[in-house]
């Protein structure tokens, strides 16, 4: 401001002095003077009128690259006014960046997300929340939520609004096929806005669901021989039995205790191959030796189901291939055994069961056992391999079934990367056949086999 205060009295001086020099002659120098000085206060006032000017057309854009390059207190005023919009830019920009960084963070949550101002209209939601709730992104935000989620669960929370209470509603794509499930919740925040957030809880009610069932069919599947254990037990306690009756008492209490025992030893079964990881691929076993075992179960088990009816079933078991597999050989074993086991409870003698080996053109193996029994309806077949879905129950608890054979076969075969095929035709016979992936086989080539025998 000094140099300013001087550079205007140096003006005025250097107007007063040129006034009194040139103008003195005709006006006399005291005059000329003035004049002198007036012009020049004019000059100097027009000159900061445009730099003033420039200044505020530079400052109605804003553009820090554009400010005009100006010296004195304009210019400085320009680098001061300069360096506080770059400021300003940067904070603005710092802004922008964590604000997107958080709508990123937002968007990536696996919840629904929307932000309601206090008149219940959309402000943001994420994709999840539109998917959840059938919102456009781009043509909903700023509309009422309660003119678009029109679930009469999702009106009835909303209308109650108690913070953080659960609404239970069915999503925008539920389907009666393929319900989806959406638990949300909404929460007050800031001055009357509201945090809706949308979880999806399909699996989560599924899961609870299936373990409803599992619990409820275990208790069944146990009650059932127990009741019939103590009704046996008591009789026995109360009533003078003969010697042979006595006996038959005690082989009937004998079978339920086994049938309790089986569905016991198939539940740990089930719950250790669930809970475990991938078998390694550093234990072979042999094929022929798994074989050998799954046939003489086979034979035992038709032995037993038909002694005494003077007739048996025609066992057909194909040569084995020469070989190793990789995995757990007590769960490959009780894989293979419970096909053969099921075909042969499942077929009336004088029924045929064939069991074979094959190597398929991708490098897999095939183990196939085909019955001539009742055959399974096609409506069936997708569910056989829940637990305890059984097509024909009587014929599943006379042979001994607990219906958790071929969840546990699904379960062992899927942590072995194998697949279960099967085919079926009601009155006709079926067809179970286990593809073993060519990653866990070490078959002997046509050398080997030489050798070998
Ligand atoms: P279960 O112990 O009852 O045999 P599984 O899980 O082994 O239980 O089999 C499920 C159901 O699939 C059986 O109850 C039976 O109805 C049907 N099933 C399995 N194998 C055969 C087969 N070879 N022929 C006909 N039905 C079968």
């Known amino acids: 401001m000094l140099y300013r205060s001087f550079y205007f009295l140096a003006c005025q001086l250097l107007g007063g002095v040129i006034g009194w020099h040139f103008l003195g002659r005709h006006l006399g120098h005291d005059r000329g003077a003035l004049v002198g000085l007036a012009l020049s206060s004019v000059v100097w006032l027009a000159i900061d009128l445009i730099r003033a000017g420039r200044v505020l057309r530079w400052l109605r854009?804003?553009?820090?690259?554009?400010?005009?390059?100006?010296?004195?207190?304009?210019?400085?005023?320009?680098?001061?006014?300069?360096?506080?919009?770059?400021?300003?830019e940067q904070v603005s920009t710092d802004f922008e960046r964590q604000l997107r960084e958080f709508l990123a963070a937002i968007q990536a949550s696996p919840n629904g997300v929307v932000l309601l101002n206090p008149t219940g209209h959309i402000e943001w939601c994420n994709q999840v929340a539109a998917e959840h709730f059938g919102l456009d992104l781009e043509r909903d935000v700023h509309q009422q939520i309660g003119n678009l989620v029109r679930d009469p669960a999702f009106a009835a929370g909303y209308a109650r609004a108690v913070p953080g209470a659960?609404?239970?509603?069915?999503?925008?794509?539920?389907?009666?096929?393929?319900?989806v499930r959406l638990a949300v919740q909404m929460h007050p925040y800031g001055d009357g806005h509201r945090l809706l957030l949308s979880h999806d809880v399909t699996a989560l009610e599924q899961a609870e669901a299936m373990r409803r069932d599992f619990v409820a069919n275990v208790s069944?599947?146990?009650?059932?021989?127990?009741?019939?254990?103590?009704?046996?037990?008591?009789?026995?306690?109360?009533f003078p039995l003969e010697e042979a009756e006595r006996r038959r008492y005690l082989d009937h209490m004998a079978q339920q205790a086994d049938r309790m025992q089986s569905l016991v030893q198939d539940l740990l079964t089930l719950s250790r191959i669930e809970g475990s990881p991938m078998p390694g691929s550093s234990d072979w076993i042999s094929l022929r030796k798994l074989y050998a075992e799954c046939t003489h179960?086979?034979?035992?088990?038709?032995?037993?189901l038909t002694a005494?009816?003077?007739?048996?079933?025609?066992?057909?078991?194909?040569?084995?291939p020469e070989g190793e597999i990789s995995g757990v050989s007590s769960e490959l074993q009780s894989a293979m055994s419970n096909l053969v086991g099921n075909a042969v409870r499942y077929t009336p003698a004088p029924g045929r069961i064939d069991v074979e080996w094959q190597t398929q053109a991708d490098g897999r193996l095939a183990f196939s056992v085909q019955d001539t029994g009742p055959g399974i309806a096609a409506e069936h077949i997708p569910r056989i391999t829940e637990r305890f879905y059984r097509?024909?129950?009587?014929?599943?608890?006379?042979?001994?079934?607990t219906g958790l054979g071929l969840a546990i076969v699904k379960h062992v075969?899927?942590?072995?990367?194998?697949?279960?095929?099967?085919?079926?035709?009601?009155?006709?016979?079926?067809?179970?056949?286990?593809?073993?992936?060519?990653?866990?086989?070490?078959?002997?080539?046509s050398k080997e086999k030489a050798v070998l025998a």
């Open 61 to 88: 854009v804003g553009d820090v690259r554009e400010a005009p390059q100006m010296h004195g207190v304009w210019g400085e005023a320009t680098d001061r006014m300069r360096r506080l919009l770059r400021q300003s």
């Open 220 to 238: 069944h599947e146990i009650r059932t021989p127990l009741t019939v254990l103590s009704g046996f037990v008591e009789t026995l306690q109360n």
């Open 308 to 320: 005494g009816k003077g007739k048996s079933h025609m066992l057909h078991f194909g040569p084995v």
């Open 391 to 401: 097509v024909d129950t009587s014929r599943s608890r006379e042979t001994g079934g």
């Open 413 to 445: 075969l899927q942590r072995h990367g194998a697949e279960l095929r099967i085919e079926s035709t009601l009155g006709q016979g079926s067809r179970f056949a286990i593809l073993f992936p060519a990653n866990r086989l070490r078959l002997a080539t």
């Open 166 to 179: 659960r609404i239970l509603m069915l999503g925008r794509t539920s389907t009666a096929s393929r319900p």
């Open 297 to 304: 179960e086979a034979q035992a088990l038709s032995a037993l």
